[in-house]
């Protein structure tokens, strides 16, 4: 079933941009321009979300969680204020998150999206305790991965390797179950680094890697996207095409997480291979360095085709979710780009069934 938003704004054309966008995400939306209507609204339709401009006014929250079945609605404010003082207000009027005006729409999807995977990870207590404590150690570990980059403090790697030897026994065991109790959840650096890690360690086995050098696999796939820690949401999370300017910045990321790399002390080659070059093409057109063919690691190559399923086939505010078999058929485009031989070989990984 389709998460209803009911929002709450007095500006036609924020209400559109908003709806417009969460919409694509197949969220269903509701409008209200005063405090009353959106008690009526909400009383009407139960929306899971709530999105409110703080001047409609700040007791719509209290009223609206006063009815039994929306005492626990997400609630993001949207206020034009930013001092310190106003932001707290804005929490004690019940408000779960804000975001600032003028309104950035990338960062009201990042901010949704991470109050509506909260939600979804109840769905993690299904689990065999073992594998969700697996799930939670793998985003706790990832979370103060990049909180410690933003902070420009050193990056608790012993921890990401550690948090490997953990997700390796789950592989192993109940693969099927982690990957399936993720599916639906919103992609975050969490999510596209978990898949990324399982896909890998299982391509690698496939491939007839060792069991270090498939650990080593899975852990350049924890590590690969880190320096998009140093990234605005706004960029990451913006739902319409990128300008050049904007694709030039989020191509940093990948000298970003080599800065970050570099700083370690024992890190493997293959985890290296993979955080340098898992942008390249196999006709060159790559980046950042425009290597070519088997100039490229395989680790790379094989990295690429994995990151590119796991990205095809999770939900994204930028594109809509492919089935695995769709995914499969758009690995082999634009033609030069992936491995096609490495395709076949990770298609039949999936075949398999993570068997």
């Known amino acids: 079933m389709a998460k209803r938003v009911l929002i709450v704004d007095k500006d036609d054309l924020t209400r559109d941009l908003i709806s417009l966008h969460l919409k694509k995400l197949g969220y269903e939306t509701y409008y209200a321009t005063s405090s009353k209507g959106a008690v009526n609204k909400a009383i009407i339709h139960v929306p899971n979300i709530l999105i409110l401009d703080i001047e409609v006014g700040s007791d719509t929250i209290k009223e609206i969680r006063s009815y039994k079945d929306l005492k626990h609605i997400i609630a993001i404010v949207v206020t034009a204020r930013a001092n310190r003082e106003d932001v707290i207000n804005a929490i004690k009027t ?3 998150d804000y975001v600032l005006k003028p309104l950035k729409i990338g960062t ?7 109050w509506d995977n909260t939600e979804k990870e109840e769905q993690w207590r299904r689990l065999l305790p073992e594998h969700e404590n697996t799930l939670r150690l793998i985003k706790v570990t990832i979370e103060r991965a990049v909180e410690s980059i933003k902070q420009g403090a050193v990056l608790p790697y012993e921890d990401i390797v550690n948090a490997v030897e953990v997700l390796e026994h789950s592989i192993k065991y109940k693969v099927q179950d982690i990957v399936s109790t993720v599916e639906g959840y919103n992609n975050t650096m969490f999510l596209h680094s978990l898949l990324t890690s399982v896909y890998l360690y299982l391509f690698a086995g496939h491939k007839g890697f060792d069991s270090r050098e498939c650990k080593q696999m899975a852990l350049g796939g924890l590590m ?3 320096g998009t820690a140093l990234i605005s949401n706004d960029l990451l ?6 300008d050049p300017d904007e694709y030039k910045d989020i191509k940093t990321h990948v000298s970003y997480t080599m800065d970050i790399v570099n700083a370690l002390s024992d890190v493997p080659d293959i985890v290296r291979n993979i955080c340098w070059s898992h942008h390249e093409k196999m006709d060159g057109s790559g980046y950042p360095r425009g290597l070519k063919g088997n100039n490229i690691s395989i680790h790379a190559r094989m990295h690429a085709i994995v990151e590119a399923y796991a990205a095809l086939t999770t939900k994204n ?21 992936l491995d096609h031989d490495l395709i076949k070989d990770f298609e039949q990984v999936l075949n398999t069934g993570f068997q």
């Open 94 to 96: 019940g408000a779960n």
């Open 108 to 114: 009201l999807l990042a901010k949704l999206v991470g």
């Open 224 to 226: 690969h996207d880190l």
């Open 237 to 242: 999370f913006k739902p319409s095409k990128l």
């Open 317 to 337: 505010v930028y594109r809509k979710t492919y089935t695995s078999a769709e995914a499969m058929k758009m690995l082999y485009k634009p033609e030069g780009h």
